[in-house]
C-alpha cells in the first residue's frame, strides 16, 4: 500500500499545520488508553469542518487507504489505535455544540464535542446529558457514540445509544446520510441504534443529535461495608429485588478501596468490601425510597453505613470510586482494565472464580464494578519491567472474559471490543453471527477502510508492548472505567 | 409455522417471503401477505423460553403475545415500561418490534429500542443469526436488536427476542387539564416536560371542545399525593388559559385512561391507524395542515413526540371514491414527516392507484421517503437475493 499520493492530496487540501507526517508529531497519535498497543499511522489530518472529513473519506476510499477516526483517545479497547500507513483523522477541531434546543430538549453537536461539555451547556435550561463515563471530562461525543459508552449511571437511563435522536455520518466512502431525527420515536429500521456503537467500521459521524433529560432534583447517596464481597453482593440482590429503581449501585473490593484511599482520599472505611447506591428523582419520591433502601441495607449486615449529607460529601464518594482505577497504578506499575458483563445473579460466582484466577496466577486483581446491571470491571495488576508479565496478565485477562461468556454474558460492557478483544467476539458468537457481522461490514464498506482491523478479526495484527499508562493518566487527568 | 427449521426451509424455498403474525396490524401484514409473495405465519411460534424475574430478562418466541407476556411479568411486579400498543387486539412481541412500537409509557424509560437487548432472526438466506445477548449491558459486535426495530419484516424474520424489563411502580396518578386552545396546551406541556418531575407518560388530545393533556406519574403510593399536587402546580403555572383540572388517583379509574391508550379504544370504528413521529414544535403546522382535510380523531403521545392519527379508509369526493391515505401521503409529504400505516387499508389497494406511482409511495409508508444507502447497503448483506420486501 502506498500512501504517499494521497498525503500528495491532502496536502492541497491542509495546511502544513493540520497535516502531521512528522514522526514527533506523530507520536502523539500513536496509542490510546490501551497503551500496551501502539502504531504509527502515515499522517495524521485535523480538519477543521465537516466537508474537510468529508473529502478526506472520499479520498482514502479512492486511494484504497484505510482510516481512523479519533477523538480525545480515551478507548480502553484500542478502538482508536492507528493503522499502519493508514490515517488518522483527528475530530478534535468540531467542537461546536450546533444547537440547543431546551424546549425540545435535544443538543445538536459535533463529533468533537466533549462529552461534560454538553451538560455544562445545558445547565442553564435545567437538562443535562446522560451517559457520564469516567472520562467524560476530556473523552468526546463522537467517540462515545461510536464505542457506546456508559458510566456509572446507565442503570437507570442507559448508555449512549439510549441517548441517540439522530446523526448525520460519512459512510466509508464519504457518502453522507441521514439517520434518524429529533423525535423520541422514528419509523423504519432504528439506524442511529445499528450505528452507535459499531466502532467506527461504519464511518464518522459529523453531526449527533442528543437526548436530554431535566436535572434530577435531589440525589441520596449511601456508602456501606461489608465483611465480605459475598454480603455486599447479598445486599445488591436485596435492593434489586425490591423494585427500587436507583441510579447507580456500584461495589468495590478491599484491594480498589485501599487504591482510592491512596490515589483520592476519599474517605473510605477499611472493609473487605464497599457498596455504593445512589437514588436520584424528585425529593419527596427520594426520600421515601431513601428510607425504604436503608431498612434494606441494615437488613443485609453491613459493618458501617454512611450517608451523603451534602453534595460536597456526594462528590467525595464518587471521586474516590471515578479515581479508584487510577489510584491503583500506585499499587503496581502496571494494570489492565477488563470489562466483562454476567447475569446479576451470577455475580457471586463470578467474583469467586475471579479469586479463584487470582490466587493460581499469583497476580493480584482489584475489582470495581457496576454492580447493577453486572458489569465487571477487575483490573489485573503486574510489573511490566518483569519478563512475560504482561502476557500473564492478558492470558489471566482472557479467561476472566471467557467466564463471562461461560456465565451467559458478554465481553465487554461499555468498552467495546476495539483491538483489545478482536479474538474474543468469535467466543461470544458463532460463526454465523460473525460472518452477518462481516458481510454487513463489507456491505456498507466495501474496502473495508473505516477503522480496519478493529471489532472484526481483519488484516494484519498490531504489535502487543508495553508503555505503561497514558501520560494523562497519570497527571490524574483520564480515568479508566 | 411451528418451528424455525420451518421457517428457515420456507425462506430457502421461496422466492419473496411475507410474515405475519397476530394480525393486529392489518394495513402491515395482510397487504403483504397479499401481494405475490409466501406468507408465513408466526402466530404459532409462541412461548417463554427463559423467565428470570431476579435478572430482570426474559426470552420469548417472536409470535408469543404481548398480552400473555405482561400478564406473566405482573405477576413479579414487572412490567415493559415503554407499554406495547394494541396487546389487547392480539399484537405479538415479534410484530411489536418490528413495527417498532412502543406505548405512552416510553417517555419515563425509553421505547421498545431500549428493551430490546437480544434478538434470533433468519435471514434471506435462511439461516437463524443471533444479534445482542441475553445481559442487560453489553456492547460486543454490531447492535441488531436495534436495526431490527421497526424493519418491518424486510430484514430478516425475527424468531426470538429477549427484553430487559423494570420492576413496575407500586401506584400511579394522573392529572388531567383541559385547555382552551392548542397553545395554552403547548405552554403547559413545555413547563411540565422541562420540570423535574418524573413523568411516565404525557399525551394530549383535541376533545369536542378545547384539548386535554394527561400527565402520569408513578412510585410509591406514600408519597403519590404530594406528588400529584407539586404535578398540579405545574400544569397551573403554564398557562391562565386552563378550563378545569382533575386528578385520578383511583388505581382501576386511572389505569383505564392509559389502557384506553394503549389498546387504541379510543379510534373511531372503520377509521383507520397512522403513527407520525414528530416533535412539540411542529405540532401547530400539523394541526393546521389537518383542519383543512376530513375530521380525524387523533392522539399526541410521548410527550407530542408520537402522533396516533385515526383516518377514514376511503372518502367520497364529488361521488367518486377516494383512496384517502394518498391524501394523508401528500400532506406528509409537504410537512416534511413521515407516517405509517398500521390498521385500515393501505395505498397500494387504493380505488384509484395510479399505475405510474413511485415504489416508495406504495404500502403502509406515507410521507417522505425513508430509504437512505445505509439501509441500502444494510439490507443487501442481509438479503442478498431480495426474498423480503426491499427497503
Same mark, same amino acid.
Not at chain 1, 461499555?414 to 461470544?428: C, S
Given at each position: 500500500?502506498?500512501?504517499?499520493?494521497?498525503?500528495?492530496?491532502?496536502?492541497?487540501?491542509?495546511?502544513?499545520?493540520?497535516?502531521?507526517?512528522?514522526?514527533?508529531?506523530?507520536?502523539?497519535?500513536?496509542?490510546?488508553?490501551?497503551?500496551?498497543?501502539?502504531?504509527?499511522?502515515?499522517?495524521?489530518?485535523?480538519?477543521?469542518?465537516?466537508?474537510?472529513?468529508?473529502?478526506?473519506?472520499?479520498?482514502? $476510499?479512492?486511494?484504497?487507504?484505510?482510516?481512523?477516526?479519533?477523538?480525545?483517545?480515551?478507548?480502553?479497547?484500542?478502538?482508536?489505535?492507528? @493503522?499502519?500507513?493508514?490515517?488518522?483523522?483527528?475530530?478534535?477541531?468540531?467542537?461546536?455544540?450546533?444547537?440547543?434546543?431546551?424546549?425540545?430538549?435535544?443538543?445538536?453537536?459535533?463529533?468533537?464535542?466533549?462529552?461534560?461539555?454538553?451538560?455544562?451547556? %445545558?445547565?442553564?435550561?435545567?437538562?443535562?446529558?446522560?451517559?457520564?463515563?469516567?472520562?467524560?471530562? @476530556?473523552?468526546?461525543?463522537?467517540?462515545?457514540?461510536?464505542?457506546?459508552?456508559?458510566? %456509572?449511571?446507565?442503570?437507570?437511563?442507559?448508555?449512549?445509544?439510549?441517548?441517540?435522536?439522530?446523526?448525520?455520518?460519512?459512510?466509508?466512502?464519504?457518502?453522507?446520510?441521514?439517520?434518524?431525527?429529533?423525535?423520541?420515536?422514528?419509523?423504519?429500521?432504528?439506524?442511529?441504534?445499528?450505528?452507535?456503537?459499531?466502532?467506527?467500521?461504519?464511518?464518522?459521524?459529523?453531526? @449527533?443529535?442528543?437526548?436530554?433529560?431535566?436535572?434530577?432534583?435531589?440525589?441520596?447517596?449511601?456508602?456501606?461495608?461489608?465483611?465480605?464481597?459475598?454480603?455486599?453482593?447479598? %445486599?445488591?440482590?436485596?435492593?434489586?429485588?425490591?423494585?427500587?429503581?436507583?441510579?447507580?449501585?456500584?461495589?468495590?473490593?478491599?484491594?480498589?478501596?485501599?487504591?482510592?484511599?491512596?490515589?483520592?482520599?476519599?474517605?473510605?472505611?477499611?472493609?473487605?468490601?464497599?457498596?455504593?447506591?445512589?437514588?436520584?428523582?424528585?425529593?419527596?419520591?427520594?426520600?421515601?425510597?431513601?428510607?425504604?433502601?436503608?431498612?434494606?441495607?441494615?437488613?443485609?449486615?453491613?459493618?458501617?453505613?454512611?450517608?451523603?449529607?451534602?453534595?460536597?460529601?456526594?462528590?467525595?464518594?464518587?471521586?474516590?470510586?471515578?479515581?479508584?482505577?487510577?489510584?491503583?497504578?500506585?499499587?503496581?506499575?502496571?494494570?489492565?482494565?477488563?470489562?466483562?458483563?454476567?447475569?446479576?445473579?451470577?455475580?457471586?460466582?463470578?467474583?469467586?472464580?475471579?479469586?479463584?484466577?487470582?490466587?493460581?496466577?499469583?497476580?493480584?486483581?482489584?475489582?470495581?464494578? $457496576?454492580?447493577?446491571?453486572?458489569?465487571?470491571?477487575?483490573? @489485573?495488576?503486574?510489573?511490566?519491567?518483569?519478563?512475560?508479565?504482561?502476557?500473564?496478565?492478558?492470558?489471566?485477562?482472557?479467561?476472566?472474559?471467557?467466564?463471562?461468556?461461560?456465565?451467559?454474558?458478554?465481553?465487554?460492557?461499555?468498552?467495546?471490543?476495539?483491538?483489545?478483544?478482536?479474538?474474543?467476539?468469535?467466543?461470544?458468537?458463532?460463526?454465523?453471527?460473525?460472518?452477518?457481522?462481516?458481510?454487513?461490514?463489507?456491505?456498507?464498506?466495501?474496502?473495508?477502510?473505516?477503522?480496519?482491523?478493529?471489532?472484526?478479526?481483519?488484516?494484519?495484527?498490531?504489535?502487543?508492548?508495553?508503555?505503561?499508562?497514558?501520560?494523562?493518566?497519570?497527571?490524574?487527568?483520564?480515568?479508566?472505567? | 409455522?411451528?418451528?424455525?427449521?420451518?421457517?428457515?426451509?420456507?425462506?430457502?424455498?421461496?422466492?419473496? /417471503?411475507?410474515?405475519?403474525?397476530?394480525?393486529?396490524?392489518?394495513?402491515? =401484514?395482510?397487504?403483504?401477505?397479499? *401481494?405475490?409473495?409466501?406468507? +408465513?405465519?408466526?402466530?404459532?411460534?409462541?412461548?417463554?423460553?427463559?423467565?428470570?424475574?431476579?435478572?430482570?430478562?426474559?426470552?420469548?418466541?417472536?409470535?408469543?403475545?404481548?398480552?400473555?407476556?405482561?400478564?406473566?411479568?405482573?405477576?413479579?411486579?414487572?412490567?415493559?415500561?415503554?407499554?406495547?400498543?394494541?396487546? #389487547?387486539?392480539?399484537?405479538?412481541?415479534?410484530?411489536? *418490534?418490528?413495527?417498532? +412500537?412502543?406505548?405512552?409509557?416510553?417517555?419515563?424509560?425509553?421505547?421498545? !429500542?431500549?428493551?430490546?437487548?437480544?434478538?434470533?432472526? /433468519?435471514?434471506?438466506?435462511?439461516?437463524?443469526?443471533?444479534?445482542?445477548?441475553?445481559?442487560?449491558?453489553?456492547?460486543?459486535?454490531?447492535?441488531?436488536?436495534?436495526?431490527?426495530?421497526?424493519?418491518?419484516?424486510?430484514?430478516?424474520?425475527?424468531?426470538?427476542?429477549?427484553?430487559?424489563?423494570?420492576?413496575?411502580?407500586?401506584?400511579?396518578?394522573?392529572?388531567?387539564?383541559?385547555?382552551?386552545?392548542?397553545?395554552?396546551?403547548?405552554?403547559?406541556?413545555?413547563?411540565?416536560?422541562?420540570?423535574?418531575?418524573?413523568?411516565?407518560?404525557?399525551?394530549?388530545?383535541?376533545?369536542?371542545?378545547?384539548?386535554?393533556?394527561?400527565?402520569?406519574?408513578?412510585?410509591? +403510593?406514600?408519597?403519590?399525593?404530594?406528588?400529584?399536587?407539586?404535578?398540579?402546580?405545574? /400544569?397551573?403555572?403554564?398557562?391562565?388559559?386552563?378550563?378545569?383540572? =382533575?386528578?385520578?388517583? &383511583?388505581?382501576? #379509574?386511572? #389505569?383505564?385512561?392509559?389502557?384506553?391508550?394503549? =389498546?387504541?379504544?379510543?379510534?373511531?370504528?372503520?377509521?383507520?391507524?397512522?403513527?407520525?413521529?414528530?416533535?412539540?414544535? !411542529?405540532?401547530?403546522? *400539523?394541526?393546521?395542515?389537518?383542519?383543512?382535510?376530513?375530521?380525524?380523531?387523533? !392522539?399526541?403521545? /410521548?410527550?407530542?413526540?408520537?402522533?396516533?392519527?385515526?383516518?377514514? &379508509?376511503?372518502?367520497?369526493?364529488?361521488?367518486?371514491?377516494?383512496?384517502? =391515505?394518498? &391524501?394523508?401521503?401528500?400532506?406528509?409529504?409537504?410537512?416534511?414527516?413521515?407516517?405509517?400505516? +398500521?390498521?385500515?387499508?393501505?395505498?397500494?389497494?387504493?380505488?384509484?392507484?395510479?399505475?405510474?406511482?413511485?415504489?416508495?409511495?406504495?404500502?403502509?409508508?406515507?410521507?417522505?421517503?425513508?430509504?437512505?444507502?445505509?439501509?441500502?447497503?444494510?439490507?443487501?448483506?442481509?438479503?442478498?437475493?431480495?426474498?423480503?420486501?426491499?427497503?
Amino acid at each position: 500500500m502506498n500512501v504517499h499520493p494521497l498525503i500528495e492530496t491532502l496536502s492541497r487540501l491542509y495546511d502544513a499545520d493540520r497535516l502531521l507526517t512528522r514522526p514527533a508529531q506523530l507520536m502523539a497519535y500513536e496509542s490510546d488508553a490501551l497503551t500496551a498497543f501502539q502504531q504509527r499511522a502515515a499522517a495524521v489530518v485535523i480538519p477543521q469542518n465537516r466537508e474537510e472529513v468529508i473529502e478526506t473519506i472520499r479520498l482514502c $476510499h479512492g486511494y484504497n487507504v484505510p482510516f481512523v477516526a479519533r477523538g480525545s483517545g480515551t478507548s480502553l479497547s484500542g478502538g482508536s489505535l492507528p @493503522i499502519a500507513d493508514g490515517i488518522v483523522i483527528a475530530l478534535n477541531r468540531l467542537d461546536r455544540i450546533l444547537r440547543l434546543d431546551a424546549a425540545e430538549r435535544i443538543a445538536v453537536v459535533e463529533p468533537g464535542v466533549i462529552n461534560l461539555k454538553v451538560s455544562e451547556a %445545558a445547565k442553564p435550561y435545567g437538562l443535562y446529558y446522560a451517559p457520564d463515563p469516567s472520562s467524560q471530562s @476530556i473523552c468526546t461525543i463522537g467517540g462515545n457514540v461510536a464505542f457506546n459508552s456508559g458510566g %456509572a449511571h446507565c442503570l437507570k437511563y442507559g448508555m449512549t445509544s439510549n441517548h441517540v435522536l439522530g446523526m448525520t455520518v460519512a459512510l466509508p466512502d464519504g457518502e453522507v446520510v441521514e439517520l434518524g431525527g429529533e423525535s423520541l420515536e422514528g419509523i423504519g429500521p432504528d439506524l442511529p441504534g445499528f450505528f452507535v456503537g459499531s466502532e467506527g467500521l461504519f464511518g464518522v459521524a459529523l453531526e @449527533i443529535t442528543l437526548r436530554l433529560l431535566p436535572i434530577p432534583q435531589t440525589y441520596r447517596t449511601v456508602l456501606a461495608a461489608y465483611d465480605s464481597l459475598h454480603a455486599a453482593g447479598d %445486599a445488591v440482590t436485596a435492593v434489586v429485588a425490591s423494585g427500587l429503581l436507583p441510579g447507580a449501585i456500584e461495589i468495590m473490593d478491599a484491594l480498589a478501596i485501599k487504591a482510592a484511599e491512596v490515589g483520592a482520599k476519599a474517605g473510605y472505611p477499611t472493609a473487605p468490601a464497599l457498596l455504593i447506591v445512589e437514588l436520584e428523582g424528585e425529593e419527596s419520591a427520594v426520600e421515601a425510597e431513601f428510607s425504604q433502601l436503608m431498612q434494606l441495607i441494615e437488613e443485609t449486615a453491613p459493618v458501617e453505613v454512611r450517608m451523603a449529607q451534602t453534595a460536597d460529601e456526594r462528590a467525595r464518594i464518587w471521586k474516590g470510586r471515578k479515581a479508584a482505577f487510577s489510584a491503583v497504578g500506585r499499587l503496581a506499575p502496571d494494570y489492565i482494565v477488563q470489562d466483562g458483563v454476567v447475569p446479576r445473579s451470577r455475580l457471586g460466582d463470578a467474583l469467586a472464580e475471579i479469586d479463584r484466577l487470582s490466587a493460581s496466577y499469583g497476580i493480584d486483581v482489584a475489582n470495581v464494578f $457496576h454492580a447493577g446491571d453486572g458489569n465487571l470491571h477487575p483490573l @489485573i495488576l503486574f510489573d511490566g519491567r518483569e519478563e512475560g508479565a504482561l502476557e500473564r496478565a492478558e492470558e489471566l485477562a482472557g479467561e476472566v472474559l471467557e467466564l463471562c461468556v461461560e456465565l451467559g454474558g458478554s465481553i465487554t460492557g461499555e468498552h467495546g471490543v476495539g483491538m483489545e478483544k478482536r479474538a474474543f467476539l468469535p467466543k461470544m458468537y458463532g460463526p454465523l453471527e460473525m460472518q452477518a457481522m462481516e458481510d454487513v461490514r463489507r456491505s456498507v464498506d466495501s474496502k473495508s477502510l473505516a477503522n480496519r482491523g478493529k471489532m472484526l478479526p481483519a488484516g494484519e495484527a498490531e504489535s502487543l508492548t508495553h508503555v505503561g499508562p497514558h501520560p494523562l493518566e497519570k497527571a490524574g487527568v483520564i480515568f479508566r472505567e | 409455522m411451528n418451528s424455525v427449521s420451518e421457517i428457515q426451509e420456507a425462506v430457502q424455498g421461496a422466492k419473496s /417471503v411475507r410474515v405475519r403474525g397476530g394480525g393486529s396490524k392489518p394495513a402491515l =401484514s395482510q397487504r403483504d401477505c397479499q *401481494v405475490d409473495a409466501q406468507c +408465513l405465519d408466526l402466530s404459532a411460534l409462541k412461548g417463554v423460553i427463559d423467565y428470570q424475574p431476579e435478572e430482570y430478562t426474559f426470552t420469548a418466541r417472536a409470535g408469543t403475545p404481548v398480552a400473555e407476556m405482561t400478564a406473566l411479568l405482573a405477576e413479579k411486579g414487572q412490567y415493559l415500561p415503554f407499554d406495547p400498543p394494541l396487546a #389487547e387486539r392480539g399484537a405479538t412481541l415479534g410484530g411489536t *418490534v418490528a413495527a417498532g +412500537l412502543s406505548g405512552p409509557g416510553r417517555y419515563r424509560y425509553g421505547g421498545i !429500542r431500549d428493551f430490546l437487548i437480544g434478538i434470533r432472526f /433468519v435471514d434471506g438466506k435462511g439461516q437463524e443469526v443471533r444479534g445482542g445477548g441475553a445481559v442487560v449491558k453489553n456492547a460486543a459486535g454490531f447492535d441488531f436488536p436495534k436495526l431490527f426495530v421497526g424493519s418491518l419484516g424486510r430484514l430478516g424474520i425475527l424468531t426470538e427476542l429477549t427484553f430487559k424489563v423494570f420492576p413496575q411502580p407500586s401506584a400511579y396518578a394522573t392529572v388531567a387539564a383541559e385547555f382552551d386552545g392548542l397553545s395554552d396546551l403547548l405552554g403547559a406541556l413545555d413547563a411540565v416536560t422541562r420540570s423535574a418531575i418524573d413523568l411516565h407518560a404525557v399525551d394530549f388530545a383535541p376533545e369536542e371542545q378545547g384539548w386535554t393533556l394527561w400527565v402520569r406519574i408513578g412510585g410509591l +403510593l406514600t408519597v403519590l399525593q404530594e406528588r400529584a399536587q407539586a404535578l398540579r402546580t405545574v /400544569v397551573s403555572a403554564g398557562t391562565g388559559q386552563m378550563r378545569s383540572l =382533575s386528578l385520578y388517583q &383511583d388505581q382501576e #379509574e386511572e #389505569e383505564g385512561l392509559w389502557q384506553t391508550v394503549r =389498546s387504541m379504544r379510543w379510534l373511531t370504528e372503520g377509521t383507520g391507524l397512522v403513527r407520525i413521529p414528530l416533535t412539540p414544535q !411542529r405540532i401547530p403546522a *400539523v394541526e393546521e395542515a389537518l383542519s383543512g382535510s376530513q375530521t380525524a380523531t387523533r !392522539r399526541y403521545s /410521548v410527550g407530542g413526540n408520537l402522533l396516533w392519527l385515526g383516518w377514514p &379508509d376511503v372518502t367520497a369526493q364529488a361521488g367518486v371514491e377516494q383512496d384517502s =391515505s394518498r &391524501d394523508l401521503h401528500g400532506l406528509l409529504q409537504e410537512l416534511g414527516l413521515q407516517g405509517i400505516q +398500521l390498521i385500515g387499508r393501505a395505498r397500494r389497494e387504493g380505488a384509484n392507484r395510479d399505475e405510474g406511482d413511485a415504489r416508495d409511495h406504495e404500502g403502509p409508508l406515507l410521507g417522505r421517503p425513508l430509504q437512505n444507502a445505509f439501509l441500502r447497503r444494510i439490507a443487501a448483506a442481509l438479503d442478498p437475493e431480495g426474498k423480503f420486501e426491499p427497503w
